[in-house]
Structures are given as C-alpha cells and as structure tokens.
C-alpha cells in the first residue's frame, strides 16, 4: 500500500459504491472500477458488504462475492496492483436501488464506526504483513461459498474479512490485529464444532 493512499472510512466507500457509476444496476465490475486506485482494502471490502447487507439474502451473491474475494486477494499477496477481473464475473450484477436502500438505512451506524478509525499501527496494513492477511481472507472467503447453504452462516466469514479489508482501507493496525483475532477465533470453533456435522 502506497504512503500516498488516502484513509478511507466505511461510510466513504459505501455512498461512494450507492452513487457511482450511475446506473440501475450495481455489477462486480463496477465495484472494482469505482474502488480501483483506493487501494486493496476497499476493493476487499465492497463485496462483503454485499454480504452482510440485505443484499447478501439474494441467491448467489455471497459465492459471488466470495469469488471476487478470493480474485483480489490472490492478487495482493502476490504483488499484483490492479485487479483483474474475469469477464464472466464482470456481467453479474443486481438492482443498485436495493443496494443504495440498504447504504441509506445503515448509515448511521457506519458514521459511527467510523469515529473508531484512525491510522495507528500503519507497518501492520502495508507489505509483508497485508499479504499475510490476504492469505488469510482467500481461506475465509473460500468458506463462504459452501456456507452460502445455511442461511447467513457465510456473514461470519465476511464480517472478519470486512473488518480486515476496513483496517487496509484506514491504515489502523489496530484493527487488523483485532480482525486476526477473528480469523483465530472462528478457526477455533470450526475444529470444535465440526464433529456436529
């Protein structure tokens, strides 16, 4: 991550997602179009927002996010520094007002999270360290897709990779120790539970 790329918020990256391009439909090409340049934690953050929003009970969208995920991902930790995204992924797509609907109702809660952010702990979010967190959210976002099978299991898994995407996107290192924490725990409760299945 470039020191010349600005701290973004959560609420930034939402309006900026809701209002541009304009359109009636929000496609995953888009969203890479509209966050590229912003830096890799927005581009990882657009599409679990799509998750965890309402958007996210759309059949498909969450293997889709995921897919998209694991894209960018794969692409930092191996150095890349514009996405690249396959065109059968570029054409998916959903109504943007749905999407636009969600941003308005969760705002407030976003401003508010944003007050939390700052930039601390910056040597945590920049190379070698945001390439092992990349790592991290490909293991993540793969778990998405098969959990797309129980209704909202695969918003577990998005939250953590959000919050991380959301520690890259404001340069606090806080937050991403605090994202790690996450994966750690949740890997936890995996090997726990897993006899239950």
């Known amino acids: 991550m470039p020191a010349n790329e ?13 209002d541009e391009p304009d359109g009636s439909e ?25 998750v965890l929003l309402p958007t996210g009970a759309i059949p498909g969208v969450p293997t889709l996010s995921a897919l998209l995920i694991m894209l960018v991902a ?6 890349k520094r514009a996405p690249w995204v396959p065109g059968r992924l570029r ?35 920049v190379w070698p360290f945001n390439r092992l967190g990349a790592a991290l959210c490909l293991v993540l976002a793969a778990a998405m897709i098969p959990l797309e099978l129980v209704p909202f299991a695969a918003a577990v898994p998005a939250l953590i990779i959000a919050f991380y995407a959301l520690a890259l996107a404001a340069h606090d290192g ?10 750690v725990a949740a890997g936890a409760a995996a090997v726990y539970f897993w006899p239950l299945f």
């Open 174 to 183: 806080a937050l991403a120790l605090f994202s790690l924490a996450g994966v």
């Open 74 to 79: 794969g692409q930092l930790v191996f150095g």
């Open 91 to 125: 054409r998916m797509s959903f109504e943007r007002a749905r999407f636009r609907a969600a941003v308005e109702k969760v705002r407030p809660w976003t401003e508010r999270i944003d007050r939390l952010l700052k930039p601390r702990l910056r040597a945590l979010t």
């Open 6 to 18: 600005p701290a973004l918020g959560l609420t930034d990256i939402l309006v900026k997602l809701a």
């Open 26 to 50: 929000l496609s995953l090409v888009s969203v890479v179009e509209t966050m590229q340049g912003r830096g890799f934690g927005p581009l990882l953050l657009a599409p679990t927002l799509m």
